[in-house]
C-alpha cells in the first residue's frame, strides 16, 4: 500500500512513502488474552570466557563486578553463564547480583565452569540455592505463583574437538537430569550448546522455528536429538529480526558468526517466551555476545511463617545483664555537640546517597551549621529522623588473592555525612563495654564484614 503526500520543505514535488509495519516496543508487563497483565522476567545466557582475575592478563580486575555492571545496563534478573572457571562451587555478592557456580577440583585444569548470575531480590524469594552437577551442568528451581515452580538449567557442551566419548558423556548427564525435572515444572535449558543447528525446520518441524541461520554440525543433531527426547523447542528459531540479532559468536578464522548459545523451553511453554535476541551492546571482554530472552513468569512470594510457636527460656532472658539507660541522650543536642561532631568527620571520605562530603558540612559556614542544627533539632522533637540519614550500605571491596574466600574483602560503611554526625554525637556519651558485639559500626578496629 502506497499513500502520495506532499511535503512542504522548499519543493513541489509529491512524495511516495511506503507504510511500514512498526513493531512496537516490548513492556516489562505484557497483556494476555483474558486481559490481565503478565510480568515478563528477563533471562540471559552468556559465555563470559572466565571471571577469574589474572594480574598478567590484559582484561580489568573484578570480572564479577564487570559481568554484574553489564547484566543490570540489561535489566536482567537471570543470567547463566559459561566458562566461569571458577573451582569447585561456592558463591559470592558483587553489586546487585549473586553469583554461583560450578566447576572443577582446586587441583584440576578448569577449561569449562557453569553458574548463574542472580538478582539479590529474586534471591531471597528461592526455596533452595542453584544445585551444582558438575563443571558443565549447574540447576536451579524459581518457585512461581500458585505454587508452580520453573526449573533453569545452565549448561556449557564440550566444543567440537573434544573426544566424542565427552560429549556422549555431556548429553547422557544432561539427559539425567532433565529426566529428573518434575513435569509439572516450566523449563529454561540455557547455555553455550558449541553447536549449529541450522535452518532445517522440514527436518525438525517441533523442535525448531522458521527462522534458524546456517547449516547444522554433529553438535546441532546431538541437541536436536535431546530436544526430540523431551520435546524442547529451540526459542532462538521463533522470531524473526536480522541475522546480527540471532548469532553469538564469531569464528576466529572464518570470522563468519554462528548462533551456538541457545535458550530452549518445552514446547508447549513456548507461548511464554516473547522474545529472544543476542545483544550486541554488551561487552565483558568475551568473544561471544549476550543472548536475552523475555519470560512470562511471575515469582511467587516468600511465604511467611506466622503464629509459629517456639520454645523461649524466660530464665535466660532474665540473666540478660541490664544496661543503664542514658537520659542525657534524649536532650537536643547543643551547637557545641554538633560543633565537636562536624570537626571528628575525616576529609576525603566517600559521601552516602545524597553525595554530600564532609568537606560542604565543615566548611559551609554559620548558615549551613544552623539548618541542620534545626534538622536535627526538629528530628528530636518529632521523634523521627529522615530516612535519607538512616539509610546506609555496605560495599564489599576485593582486596587481593582468592575471590571465593571472603577474607580477601573488605567492607565500607556508607551512610549519609549528615547521619554520621548524628553517630558521633551519640558515641561520646557510649562506652566500648557497653556495646554488644554485633554494633561494629561503634566498636574499634572491627569491620562491618562479618
Known amino acids: 500500500m502506497y499513500n502520495c503526500t506532499k511535503h512542504y520543505t522548499g519543493s513541489t514535488v509529491a512524495r511516495v512513502t511506503k507504510d511500514r509495519a512498526v513493531r512496537p516496543h516490548l513492556p516489562s508487563t505484557v497483556e494476555n488474552q483474558l486481559g490481565r497483565r503478565r510480568q515478563l522476567l528477563t533471562i540471559a545466557q552468556w559465555n563470559v570466557r572466565t571471571l577469574l582475575d589474572r594480574e598478567a592478563a590484559d582484561r580489568p580486575e573484578r570480572r564479577t563486578a564487570l559481568v554484574a555492571m553489564e547484566l543490570a545496563k540489561y535489566n536482567i534478573d537471570i543470567a547463566a553463564l559459561c566458562?566461569?572457571?571458577?573451582?569447585?562451587?561456592g558463591s559470592l555478592n558483587d553489586l546487585e547480583y549473586s553469583f554461583f557456580w560450578s566447576g572443577k577440583p582446586v587441583e584440576e585444569r578448569r577449561e569449562a565452569g557453569v553458574g548463574f548470575a542472580i538478582k539479590k531480590n529474586i534471591v531471597i524469594k528461592l526455596?533452595?540455592?542453584?544445585?551444582?552437577?558438575?563443571?558443565?551442568?549447574?540447576?536451579m528451581r524459581l518457585p512461581l505463583r500458585k505454587d508452580n515452580f520453573a526449573t533453569i538449567i545452565s549448561v556449557y557442551a564440550p566444543t567440537m574437538t573434544n573426544p566424542d566419548e565427552n560429549k556422549e558423556a555431556f548429553y547422557n548427564q544432561l539427559a539425567s537430569v532433565l529426566s529428573g525435572i518434575p513435569r509439572t515444572d516450566k523449563l529454561l535449558l540455557i547455555g553455550d550448546f558449541n553447536a549449529r543447528i541450522g535452518r532445517d525446520n522440514d527436518k525438525w518441524p517441533l523442535l525448531m522455528g522458521k527462522l534458524g541461520i546456517g547449516k547444522y554440525n554433529s553438535n546441532g543433531e546431538l541437541l536436536l536429538a535431546l530436544c526430540s527426547e523431551f520435546e524442547l523447542i529451540v526459542t532462538n528459531t521463533m522470531f524473526k529480526q536480522k541475522d546480527e540479532s540471532k548469532t553469538t559468536w564469531m569464528h576466529p578464522r572464518s570470522w563468519y558468526w554462528?548462533?551456538?548459545?541457545?535458550?530452549?523451553?518445552?514446547?508447549?511453554?513456548?507461548?511464554?517466551?516473547h522474545s529472544t535476541r543476542a545483544m550486541r551492546g554488551a561487552n565483558c571482554w568475551t568473544d561471544h555476545r549476550m543472548l536475552k530472552s523475555n519470560v512470562a513468569f511471575r515469582i511467587g512470594q516468600k511465604q511467611k511463617l506466622l503464629n509459629v510457636p517456639g520454645d523461649i527460656d524466660h530464665e535466660a532472658l532474665d540473666n540478660i545483664p541490664k544496661r543503664i539507660t542514658k537520659t542525657c541522650l534524649d536532650e537536643i543536642p547543643t551547637m557545641?555537640?554538633?560543633?565537636k561532631a562536624i570537626a571528628g568527620l575525616k576529609d576525603g571520605k566517600a559521601p552516602g546517597g545524597d553525595g554530600i562530603p564532609a568537606e560542604v558540612w565543615k566548611h559551609g559556614g554559620d548558615n549551613l551549621f544552623s539548618r541542620l542544627h534545626q534538622l536535627i533539632t526538629n528530628a528530636w522533637v518529632v521523634g523521627s529522623v529522615p530516612q535519607a540519614s538512616k539509610d546506609a550500605c555496605i560495599v564489599t571491596i576485593y582486596k587481593k588473592d582468592d575471590r571465593t574466600d571472603y577474607g580477601n574483602y573488605r567492607g565500607i560503611f556508607l551512610l549519609s555525612i549528615a547521619g554520621k554526625i548524628v553517630l558521633n554525637r551519640l558515641s561520646t556519651y557510649i562506652t566500648p563495654e557497653e556495646v554488644p558485639e554485633t554494633q561494629r559500626r561503634f566498636r574499634g578496629n572491627r569491620s562491618t564484614v562479618v
Open 83 to 89: 566458562e566461569t572457571r571458577f573451582s569447585e562451587s
Open 258 to 273: 554462528h548462533m551456538i548459545d541457545f535458550i530452549i523451553t518445552r514446547c508447549r511453554d513456548k507461548m511464554n517466551i
Open 336 to 339: 557545641d555537640e554538633m560543633a
Open 127 to 139: 526455596t533452595e540455592i542453584p544445585q551444582p552437577v558438575s563443571d558443565r551442568i549447574m540447576t
